[in-house]
């Protein structure tokens, strides 16, 4: 039987099949005892909901429907019978089964399947103390599981720590996916021991960010690599590429930086209007038509002062390194490099002739 489209709820479910019941003729005798009782069993339950008109074998016509989520019986309103027994409530169930700790979390799975690891990741984590009388029994559990060797405790660390670094700085999950396939092609090659760790992580998440075409910059990545350098995470990511080249054979891509890939985030950390950040986008797409020899972040952060400063909301250079992360001595050196573009950059909607020329001279 298929299941059936909710109608309605009702309070007064087992008053009515018990009226009904007690109404039925002889020969539907069984029927009806069935229905007091189950309108009995409905009187002390909080979910028994009216469903729609269901042909019932016994009436010989459509009838409406009782269901009884806690039995799981479709009754039927008009004699009683059981149309369906011990059916599988497929809704969620948020019930709690938690110890007594007191703790509400309704929490009862794990995680999804990692096939990046020996198990998948449905192995069985005896969990700590928590002050009940049953804590000897968990802690000796605990001690001998921790006496075993887990082969993937090292990688279930790693992915632990390039999950929080993707937390932190905002990343969807297809690329922490992608960082936990790439740190598990260099572990599995057994020579990156010895190594900075995380530098290691945080420059599989560089990569992973690359080859996502969602790049961060190597100082973002820093800020988040628990104490890993710049120049540590230049060498774990240079020492990354040669080892993912000799496993597949061939050099591996990940991606062209364009200074167009950091604008939004950077005109959001500055707290930028819809027009400057639409300006600031078209003029650094320009830009990139000019053979100027800077890094795509310097471009971005010195066309975001150059925006900025033909706007009304005006934004101190001091400010734009800040946002961008790019040092102040480099936005104007690569402002000086832009300006003799400038007619040519910064679109003709935005500003004119004559607000280029109130610009201060590089």
């Known amino acids: 039987m298929t299941s059936l489209p909710l109608k309605t709820s009702i309070n007064s479910t087992h008053s009515l099949l018990i009226s009904r019941a007690e109404n039925q003729p002889n020969k539907n005798h069984i029927h009806a005892q069935l229905a007091v009782n189950s309108a009995r069993k409905f009187g002390g339950l909080d979910r028994r909901t009216v469903m729609g ?30 149309l369906e027994s011990h059916s599988i409530d497929e809704t969620s169930e948020w019930r709690t089964f938690a110890n007594e700790s007191g703790d509400n979390d309704p929490v009862r799975v794990g995680g999804p399947t990692n096939p990046l690891l020996t198990d998948g990741g449905l192995s ?28 993937d405790r090292s990688l279930i660390l790693a992915f632990k720590s390039i999950a929080t670094m993707s937390d932190r700085l905002g990343l969807v999950a297809t690329i922490k996916d ?42 973002e990545i820093c800020s988040v690599a628990n104490g890993a350098t710049k120049k540590e995470i230049g060498r774990a990511k240079e020492y990354i590429m040669k080892q993912l080249e000799l496993e597949n054979g061939q050099s591996v891509e ?22 400057t950040v639409k300006a600031a986008q078209e003029a650094v797409r320009k830009a990139e038509e000019f053979d100027i020899r800077r890094s795509p972040i310097s471009i971005a952060a010195a066309v975001i002062y150059i925006v900025t400063q033909l706007s009304d909301d005006k934004k101190p250079l001091k400010d734009v390194s800040l946002a961008t992360g790019v040092a102040e001595g480099t936005i104007r050196n690569s402002y000086k490099d832009l300006y003799p573009h400038l007619s040519k950059i910064i679109p003709n909607w935005y500003a004119q002739e004559d607000d280029l020329k109130n610009l201060c001279s590089p």
């Open 53 to 82: 008109d269901v042909y019932c074998a016994d009436c010989k016509r459509m009838t409406e429907v009782v269901f009884d989520h806690a039995a799981g019986d479709t009754v039927c309103s008009e004699c009683g019978l059981v």
């Open 124 to 151: 069985t984590v005896i969990s700590k103390p928590n002050g009940t009388t049953s804590d000897f029994l968990t802690s000796s559990l605990g001690r001998w599981q921790n006496r075993g060797s887990n082969p």
């Open 178 to 219: 992608r960082a936990n396939e790439i740190y598990k092609k260099v572990e599995d090659q057994k020579s990156s021991r010895g190594r900075n760790q995380d530098a290691i992580l945080a420059a599989c998440l560089y990569i992973a960010c690359r080859q996502e075409d969602k790049p961060r910059t190597v100082k």
């Open 254 to 275: 990940i991606g062209t930086i364009h200074a167009g890939d950091f604008m939004r985030r950077f005109c959001s950390n500055l707290g930028m209007g819809n027009q």
